[in-house]
């Protein structure tokens, strides 16, 4: 069993930066994407940002240029540093963490808990 642990989101001014953290815990497993979604309300989740065990990032194209995820593999962690924060970033983050397991080599994905995320204008 994996456990997602969220922390890093609150309140913040538009322009200003946020730092989102995410930490597995559990045993047997080995971690093959990392990523962060946010749902705000009234709208369906959405996929932020991802990185593939090989560092490989993708984003969506609202946060281009402003948000950056980061990996720590020893620590089992995910960070996204969110810059230029804008009213629109207002939402629930979650982090999303797809492993295989170790004994049975299947795939699972976790969820983290969700942190909010408020920029005011």
């Known amino acids: 069993q994996v456990q997602l642990v969220e922390s890093g989101g609150g309140l913040v001014q538009a322009g200003g930066s946020l730092r989102l953290s995410c930490a597995a815990s559990?045993?047997?497993?080995?971690?093959?994407?990392m990523a962060w979604y946010r749902q705000a309300p009234g709208k369906q989740r959405e996929l932020v940002a991802q990185?593939?065990?090989?560092?490989?990032?993708t984003y969506a194209d609202s946060v281009k240029d402003r948000f950056t995820i980061s990996r720590d593999n020893a620590k089992n962690t995910v960070f996204m540093l969110m810059n230029s924060l804008e009213p629109d970033d207002t939402a629930v983050y979650y982090c999303?963490?797809?492993?295989?397991?170790?004994?049975?080599?299947?795939?699972?994905?976790?969820w983290g808990q969700g942190t909010q995320v408020t920029v005011s204008s």
């Open positions: 559990g045993s047997d497993f080995s971690i093959i994407t």
């Open positions: 999303n963490f797809v492993v295989r397991t170790s004994l049975t080599r299947n795939y699972r994905n976790y």
């Open positions: 990185i593939t065990s090989r560092g490989i990032t």
